[in-house]
Structures are given as C-alpha cells and as structure tokens.
C-alpha cells in the first residue's frame, strides 16, 4: 500500500486523464452559459427561441449530455451577448481559475471525489436528461 491519494492513483492512469480532462471543458462551458443565464435573468426556452433549437436541445447542452460543437459555442455566446477566448497550455501549467471556480461551493467540488475511471460513460450522442442531483432546473 502506498500514500498516494486516490486522486494521484488515478491521474497515473492516462484514459482516466483524457475523460477528467473532457469533463472539466465541458464543466467550463456548460456551468459559464449556466451562469450568464441566470445573472441576466434568461430562460432556457428563450434562448432556444433566439438560437431557433428547441429546449430540449438546450437542456442536453447545459446539462452536459450533448456534444456540442464550437460553432454552437461561438452562436450561443453571441445570441447571449457575449463572446468566447479560448486558451491551450501545458498540463503542468494550471491556469489561474478564480474567476470560474469562485463561486464553486463544497457540494460542487466534491462531485469529482467519486469519480472512477472504471466507469461507463454514457454515449456524448444520448438525448436522455440527467436526473437527481445532476439535473439542473429550468
């Protein structure tokens, strides 16, 4: 048995690498249009308006369970009156993140302690919505 933490067990494993690192864009990306959202007071079913989607369309993006593309990015943030920067750097250069996770609490955070790398991740092309706790209102 080693003092590695469960966390540095499984950042040796490179697939479980890949999919944190998928997960943690697309946290990015839904949880900052979830925000705008709900600091500019705009409803799901109003942005599918101005984007001409449905809202369930929106749902699967907000949510998590779509595989947008960046295109889709660019045309909600530009309905939504804002625009996207967009930044690659080395892993072992962690950017300075206080502006997006600052308003993280502790419930939120701790969601990744349960991660397992054993799991089976649903398909990116699912139409189902998430429930419970991952379900996020409209």
């Known amino acids: 048995m080693t003092n590695e933490t469960l966390y540095e ?4 494993d490179k697939e479980f690498e890949r999919l944190m690192a998928q997960e943690d864009l697309i946290i990015q990306v839904t949880e900052s249009f979830c925000k705008i959202l709900e600091n500019e007071n705009i409803k799901r079913k109003d942005l599918a308006e101005l984007l001409g ?4 369309f929106i749902s699967q993006i907000l949510n998590g369970t779509s595989n947008v593309t960046l295109r889709t990015i660019s045309d ?6 804002h625009r996207v920067d967009f930044k690659i750097h080395k ?3 962690v950017p300075k993140r206080d502006t997006f996770y600052q308003d993280w609490d502790e419930n939120t955070l701790g969601r990744f ?3 397992n790398p054993s799991d089976d991740y649903p398909s990116t092309d699912s139409a189902t919505e998430p429930e419970g706790e991952w379900a996020l209102a409209s």
């Open 91 to 93: 892993k072992n250069q």
């Open 53 to 56: 989607k449905t809202k369930g």
């Open 76 to 81: 909600i943030a530009q309905v939504l009156g």
């Open 113 to 115: 302690n349960n991660i």
């Open 9 to 12: 067990e499984y950042t040796q």
